[in-house]
């Protein structure tokens, strides 16, 4: 017997409500400005009428305290103009979950760590988004800045990025719904759980909800599918759970089912199974921490190797999306503080962050610095010597040309620590990086794959998922350091 999540009658006429009271303050609104514009016509015409007429003569009342008019009070009620909803997002896809099928892991070389997802090292207002709602000051701090266009485009403009990229992710968002799956699934580089949770992310890196008016059906789908996926194996977040990267899989959608309860929460929009899917996921994580601190494959907790640092790093943004839902989660900041002093302990010469703390995975260099860095910023060690380390590092050695040689795993770290940092460092990054990646993007609003060692990246939907999320990164999150 499958579950399958689906809105209830009670939540689906709750979102048709908000669409009809949009529709109607949309129209009632529209009635007012004509009304406006014609009275403003209509004075304008007039005037010249009176302009030369005779005076009147007037005669003073004998009254010696003659009554004063009242003047009129003015109440202005007006208020801004919502977006118009999509009629079609009342209609809900319910996920289909596919069998479980092995997906075979390439060789790679065991001196060297790729950085792809899945080989034997390494992943290697409900109508904001594109329409411009205003902020929403009852977001979490980092998060409000990322529900108004006005409020993106004043901060692509204050970090120093251009108007553009905010057409840009629009069309990548718009390529990404095209190629969704009907059960709300992308099934890219046969990872559809992780690649589904990272189309999503770009999706609410913009502030797009179920009630979104482009994108809500399709945020709406992925949501759904990630819950039938939960509702399906007990709070785990892959089809495959038999594989052993599938702890990659779940971190990523926990990531990604957090923030969309936190978005969902705030413009009371009804989700059902997604608070009980977080919770679920949230708890899975917490409980299949290595004693190291930090996770390994399959959720080994017996084993010696402890897990490695890019497994650390995702798991960390997990918890802290699913520390921001307010939600209970017995253990969560002691297991996230184990977390971080397991990055410290990969810590090589210079301060940088190697791939694992013990044996080869140590001598792996320092393929994960930028996401050591972030995740000490997200978890309020910013400051600390290790992490200004990690900054200095990924300013001296940064190089990035799409077409060259441009790793996206390390970037997407990378442009959210250094954006984070701010000052000289975050402006060297963007001029050498953002403009180049932005030019990358193709017609269709999709990237290619990047050129040199692409890190066993195999689809336009992983690079595509990345190239968003760091697009984004000028509003997505404020600056920890802010």
Same mark, same amino acid.
């Given at each position: 017997?499958?579950?399958?999540? =689906?809105?209830? $009658? ?11 009271? *949009? !529709? @109607? /303050? #949309? ?51 007006? =208020?801004?103009? $919502? ?11 319910? *996920? !289909? @979950? /596919? #069998? ?383």
């Amino acid at each position: 017997m499958s579950l399958h999540a =689906t809105t209830t $009658p009670e939540a689906q006429a709750k979102l048709d409500a908000q669409r009809r009271n *949009a !529709s @109607i /303050s #949309s129209f009632t609104i529209a009635i007012l400005f004509c009304a406006l514009i014609i009275a403003i016509l209509f004075y304008i015409a007039l005037k010249p009428i009176f302009k030369n007429n005779e005076p009147i003569l007037t005669y003073a009342s004998t009254s010696e305290t003659p009554d004063k008019p009242k003047k009129p009070e003015m109440k202005n009620e007006v =208020t801004k103009k $919502p977006t118009k909803p999509s009629s079609s997002i009342s209609k809900v896809i319910t *996920a !289909s @979950i /596919s #069998s479980p099928i092995s997906i075979p892991v390439p060789e790679t070389d065991p001196t060297e760590p790729s950085l792809d997802f899945g080989d034997d090292e390494d992943f290697g207002d409900p109508n904001a988004g594109s329409s411009g709602s205003p902020s929403i000051p009852f977001l979490p701090r980092d998060s409000s800045k990322r529900c108004s266009k006005k409020d993106r485009l004043d901060r692509l403009k204050k970090e120093g990025g251009k108007e553009d990229y905010e057409d840009q992710v629009v069309n990548a968002l718009r390529w990404l719904q095209k190629n969704q799956a009907a059960d709300g699934s992308w099934k890219a580089q046969g990872k559809p759980v992780a690649m589904t949770g990272l189309a999503l992310l770009a999706y609410l890196g913009h502030c797009e909800t179920p009630a979104s008016q482009e994108f809500g059906e399709t945020v709406q789908n992925a949501i759904i599918y990630l819950i039938n996926v939960s509702q399906k194996n007990g709070g785990k977040l892959a089809t495959n759970t038999a594989e052993k990267h599938w702890c990659y899989e779940h971190a990523i959608a926990t990531y990604a089912i957090a923030e969309a309860y936190t978005l969902c929460k705030v413009f009371k929009i009804p989700m059902p199974g997604l608070e009980e899917s977080v919770q679920a996921a949230g708890n899975h994580i917490i409980g299949s921490q290595h004693d190291s601190g930090g996770w390994d494959y399959a959720y080994d907790t017996s084993g010696t190797r402890g897990g490695d640092t890019s497994i650390a790093c995702w798991h960390l943004q997990a918890l802290k999306a699913c520390k921001t839902t307010k939600i209970e989660f017995n253990g969560l900041d002691k297991c996230a503080k184990k977390g971080i002093k397991y990055l410290e302990g990969a810590k090589n010469d210079k301060g940088t962050i190697g791939y694992g703390t013990t044996g080869n995975n140590l001598a792996h260099g320092p393929t994960m610095t930028p996401g050591g860095a972030l995740c000490f910023q997200q978890w309020g060690k910013g400051n600390r010597s290790l992490t200004r380390n990690a900054i200095k590092w990924i300013t001296s050695t940064n190089e990035f040309d799409y077409k060259k040689k441009a790793n996206l795993y390390m970037h997407y770290y990378s442009s959210q620590a250094m954006i984070n940092t701010r000052g000289k460092a975050w402006t060297d990054y963007n001029k050498k990086t953002m403009a180049n990646l932005a030019d990358a993007q193709n017609p269709d609003g999709s990237w290619s794959l990047p050129g040199g060692a692409a890190h066993g990246m195999s689809s336009k939907h992983y690079a595509t998922c990345l190239s968003t999320l760091m697009m984004e990164v000028y509003y997505r999150f404020l600056p920890s350091s802010e």
